[in-house]
């Protein structure tokens, strides 16, 4: 009864009814899922660590190898999976450990 008042009569009840429909039924966030799903399994899968550790094999020991090893996975896995977020989720979690670790080395 107060959603009654608050839309303006039957008009606005059958407005928000097809509202909902219509935003039941387009399909403009369903990549998500399916980007998150990817991501998933790029992750349990392994593959990620591995497409890391044969960039880390193809630049040897450069200084500022990491720096260079994140930019360079960055640009595949962006143009793999389109996702900025899943992108520094994953380098993020491989990587920053290990520069961490170089840091805490010198100081």
């Known amino acids: 009864m107060v959603a009654y008042f608050f839309l303006g009569g039957i008009p606005g009840l059958f407005a928000t009814a097809t509202g909902i429909f219509s935003s ?4 403009t966030l369903l990549p998500v899922p399916f980007f998150i799903f990817m991501g998933e399994l790029i992750f349990h899968s ?11 094999k193809w630049l040897g020991r450069i200084p500022g190898r ?3 090893m994140a930019v360079i996975t960055g640009i595949i896995f962006a143009a793999l999976s389109g996702s900025t977020i899943a992108n520094a989720a994953l ?3 491989v990587l920053l450990p290990e520069m961490q670790k170089g840091d805490t080395a010198r100081s």
């Not at 039941?24 to 399909?27: C, G, N, R, S, Y």
């Not at 392994?46 to 880390?56: E, M």
């Open 46 to 56: 392994g593959l990620g660590i591995q497409a890391i550790n044969v960039i880390d």
């Open 91 to 93: 380098l993020g979690t």
């Open 66 to 68: 990491l720096s260079l």
């Open 24 to 27: 039941i039924t387009t399909f």
